[in-house]
């Protein structure tokens, strides 16, 4: 029987050391990541200790400048790296791309002497962030937030909750976006909190279909207090800021969409050509065939989507619209693929004992995080069309 064991993905990368890092993260995959991911997962055990090898390695601050500890890597490069990563566990993957999220305000809406203080050891060292915008009854709309930062001095009082956090209660600093002023996007301001602050408390982790391992919880604030060096940005900047900061954080949620997808592509291409029925693989199989085609061609089209997007703002251009079609194509695509690779494992598929059951659980969360899908539809009409008339 011929070999149909998958390969690695052939990657164009633009230097020899983007090839190293990529071989780097490979290599940390294969030895440190995958080997414990399915007992974790099914565990629902956070893999700190990965986090710190990342963060010694320099993988944490890969799109940062290196004059605070990051690794002046293009974006291009970066998000090939969390697909690697994502690949290998989602909890992982995601998990950098959050903390990346959560650097974006300070790291470019920072002053020269927040930078200095703050970055290196955000970067890398040892550190892990946490994206503090979403609310109970503010989602989609997070314009209407309501955490209040209230001015005491040369201090701010915060008091509020933020709902659905990534790292939430093993975070140690918090990107946190608070009303200052009145109602919408201009009342709102972007905070550096630390994660040991007094009067900042997680709840109980959410019970999730998936992701496990990557605690997702409320945050509290009651009266937590900090000083006035700790605002990113100016007074009522903060909505700006974090637009500007989920724009790049739908490529990373692409990245890792097309990751988890290609995983379970991987798995389906090698079950099909080792297992048998009629007297030959099941990979000789026309419709099974087809099905495959299907799946890695969605998975190389939006791996060029949300390449497209990196390269344009590599080069400093526009790239809103291209990253939310990327975050609604590769995660969409990610949900297909997902469910075509249990459909091909067949019965085995929807048990434990293979992992394509998993990716499919996990596909789905990457259609709503950091913006619905639908939320993506609207920003791209936006695009296309203007604004919706009101």
Request: charged fraction near 25%; charge should be negative.
């Amino acid at each position: 029987m011929p070999d149909r064991a998958p390969q690695p993905v052939d990657r164009q990368l633009p230097t020899d050391e983007a090839r190293d890092l990529i071989s780097l993260v490979r290599d940390i995959a294969q030895r440190e990541i995958a080997p414990k991911v399915a007992e974790e997962e099914d565990a629902g055990r956070f893999p700190r200790e990965t986090f710190t090898l990342l963060s010694e390695s320099g993988l944490l601050g890969l799109p940062y400048d290196a004059e605070y500890g990051g690794g002046d890597q293009p974006y291009e490069v970066y998000l090939q790296v969390l697909e690697e990563l994502a690949a290998a566990r989602l909890t992982v993957g995601l998990g950098v791309s959050v903390h990346s999220l959560a650097c974006h305000a300070l790291a470019n809406y920072g002053t020269k002497e927040q930078q200095a203080e703050h970055l290196p050891a955000m970067l890398g060292g040892g550190l892990l962030g946490a994206y503090c915008l979403s609310e109970p009854s503010s989602g989609s709309d997070a314009a209407s937030l309501r955490t209040k930062a209230v001015r005491d001095g040369e201090d701010w009082v915060i008091t509020g909750t933020k709902a659905w956090i990534t790292h939430g209660g093993v975070a140690d600093f918090c990107t946190v976006l608070a009303r200052t002023g009145g109602e919408g996007a201009r009342g709102i301001t972007a905070f550096l909190v630390p994660g040991d602050a007094e009067g900042l408390s997680a709840a109980v982790p959410e019970k999730k279909m998936g992701m496990k391992g990557s605690p997702t919880a409320q945050v509290h604030f009651d009266a937590v207090r900090i000083p006035d060096d700790r605002r990113i940005g100016e007074e009522g900047q903060g909505f700006a800021i974090a637009l500007s900061a989920l724009d790049s954080g739908r490529l990373g949620i692409a990245a890792c969409a097309i990751g988890v997808a290609q995983a379970a592509l991987d798995e389906a291409v090698a079950y099909a050509g080792g297992r048998e029925q009629f007297g030959r693989p099941i990979a000789d199989f026309q419709g099974l065939r087809f099905m495959l085609a299907d799946m890695a061609t969605r998975i190389e089209a939006g791996r060029s989507l949300y390449l497209t997007a990196a390269r344009l703002r590599d080069a400093g251009r526009p790239f809103a619209r291209q990253a939310a079609m990327a975050k609604l194509f590769c995660t969409d695509t990610a949900m297909q693929v997902t469910v075509d690779a249990v459909q091909v494992l067949g019965g085995y598929g929807y048990t434990t004992d293979f992992p394509v059951e998993r990716y499919m659980r996990e596909a789905k969360v990457l259609q709503i995080v950091e913006g619905t899908n639908q939320i993506q539809r609207m920003v791209i009409a936006r695009h296309l069309a203007g604004p919706e008339s009101r």
